[in-house]
């Protein structure tokens, strides 16, 4: 939802499950892995920890904080012989994004303008139904990836278990300036809504 509806005590909930979690247990295991020389970490992360999404701004925030604790890892790690994996799922259809939909749909944003709830209401959240049905992957598709990747004998830093969302991620990269993918992202979802839903469909 809009940023400015966002209680600062959710924020700091979210950070802990998914950047101080993923960081006890990483401290956790290391030593061990260290001592034998020997190790392989897998990390879910997501599309978002690449390219932020417009109105999940504190998860994306979330996720790009545990892209650079363990990219950071991932180059001191590789004196050890250990492997730092990155699994970056895109939308994932689970009856809990079903309800989180739903339950956002009803919220009343408190503190936000009457603007941005509009945006979310009738831009954002028919869009966000539309990408999760026609570009979601099923739990099993995701799982089948991470075995893949645990199963790796040269395991790669990042793999993210939808193609289809390739092309997203590579307009970030493709302009330094980061200009290109946050007008191309601007357009589609505010200009031409109604076209990205056909093109999806």
Do not use: W
């Not at 998914?18 to 006890?24: K, L, Q, T």
Request: glycine share 6%.
């Amino acid at each position: 939802g809009p940023l400015e509806s966002v209680p600062v005590q959710d924020m700091q909930r979210l950070f802990d499950t998914n950047v101080f979690g993923a960081a006890r247990v990483i401290q956790a295991v290391l030593p061990g892995m260290k001592r034998r020389r020997r190790g392989h970490i897998v990390v879910i992360s997501s599309v978002m920890g690449l390219q932020g999404i417009v109105f999940n701004d504190v998860y994306a925030a979330s996720k790009f904080a545990v892209e650079g604790l363990c990219e950071s890892l991932a180059v001191q790690l590789l004196q050890f012989n250990v492997y730092i994996s990155m699994v970056e799922p895109g939308p994932v259809k689970t009856d809990f994004e079903l309800k989180l939909m739903e339950e956002v749909a009803r919220d009343e944003f408190a503190g936000a303008d009457a603007d941005t709830v509009r945006y979310f209401r009738e831009v954002y959240i028919p869009a966000a139904r539309d990408i999760f049905a026609t570009l979601g992957q099923s739990p099993e598709e995701v799982a089948e990836v991470v075995a893949r990747v645990v199963a790796s004998p040269r395991p790669a830093f990042r793999t993210q278990t939808n193609a289809l969302y390739t092309p997203l991620v590579a307009l970030k990269y493709a302009d330094p300036t980061g200009e290109l993918s946050v007008r191309s992202l601007h357009r589609m979802l505010f200009r031409h809504g109604s076209l990205l839903r056909l093109s999806m469909a």
